[in-house]
């Protein structure tokens, strides 16, 4: 007989997504387009609320207003895995200094779940700063510390930024 641990849909979610991101991202160096497959919900998805104040501030690229949705040492990782990983104040300040130097980033969430710790979201992309583009598809991992503030903002997409 043999046991196995069942896993979450998030756990089996990021472990995918996250490795097929990186393999993509060391074999060509470049963003692909994928286009969603999830529509808008026609209700508004139940998200804790340092992630609607997280999404509010991320959409009008206020850079102070994210700063605070977070703990102290909590971090945000891209999509390319651990060398892209902004950890603290100035990690982040740096990493949002030049994701809004074209102005916020528009999400729309279109499927959610949430533990109670880790709130899992598919989304589609279709504009950032003045840029607007067809609708790409994308996943982000939000874990919430003990104080209710973000500890880890993880990021899985092929969204290419404005300056790129």
Request: aromatic residues 12%.
């Amino acid at each position: 007989f043999f046991f196995f641990k069942q896993k979450t849909a998030y756990e089996i979610s990021a472990c995918l997504v996250g490795s097929e991101m990186c393999i993509r991202d060391r074999l060509n160096g470049k963003h692909l387009y994928r286009s969603p497959i999830l529509t808008k919900p026609k209700g508004k998805l139940e998200e804790p609320e340092i992630v609607e104040e997280y999404m509010r501030c991320l959409a009008i690229g206020d850079k102070q207003g994210i700063q605070a949705t977070f703990d102290k040492d909590g971090y945000l990782r891209e999509p390319s895995g651990s060398k892209y990983k902004h950890v603290g104040q100035r990690g982040r300040q740096a990493f949002y200094d030049m994701a809004f130097a074209a102005g916020g980033v528009n999400l729309i969430h279109c499927s959610a779940t949430f533990d109670g710790r880790v709130f899992a979201v598919e989304y589609i992309c279709d504009e950032w700063g003045t840029m607007k583009f067809t609708g790409q598809a994308g996943m982000a991992i939000y874990e919430l510390s003990s104080s209710g503030k973000l500890a880890a903002v993880r990021i899985y997409d092929d969204v290419t930024p404005p300056n790129e």
